[in-house]
């Protein structure tokens, strides 16, 4: 299954409808496809999935569906046959960017009043780049103005860098959503002792 296909069945909404049944849906090694947002796919297209052999039942859901002919429970859980590779890099966009500083300010820590802060500011020749800009609350970004951290007097938590997949993936795990299926967790690692 292409990537982009994949991506595309991705439905946040569903997380806030839990008795729409959404499938969990595992990579070929049963690690989350993602984590945030956490991949899942409506019933029906788990379902279709299953017939195109295209995904194995990891876990069900009590709910049964009817047709005429067949009858089956509902996956709650499912691992796609053939693994699908994360790319590299991810898109260099707000949320993700957020995503890679923990939704904290990198300068005071603060999680409230998030924005932008251009590390060597742009009247200075600073890019908007992964590796140029971090996430600051309004009043640290306020204060720094157009000064960098060091003409500021202030100290980044951590230097702005371009991160991998996978470490934005293990970012979002400390994000989880507010439903989760019982049959979801097992697949999920958000227990702190795993994050050490
Ligand atoms: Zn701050």
Known sequence: ???????LMYHPDLIRHPDNCPALVLNADYTPLSYYPLSLWPWQTAIKAVFLDRVDIVEHYDREIHSPTCRMRIPSVIAL??????HEHPAFTRFNLFLRDHFECQYCGSPRDLTFDHVVPRSQGGRTTWENVST??????????GRTPKQAGMALTQAPHKPTSWQLQDSGRKFPPNYLHDSWRDWLYWDAELES
């Open 1 to 7: 299954m292409e990537r982009a296909c994949v991506e």
């Open 81 to 86: 046959r053939q693994y699908v590779k994360p």
């Open 136 to 145: 600051a609350c309004a009043p640290c970004n306020l204060r720094k103005g």
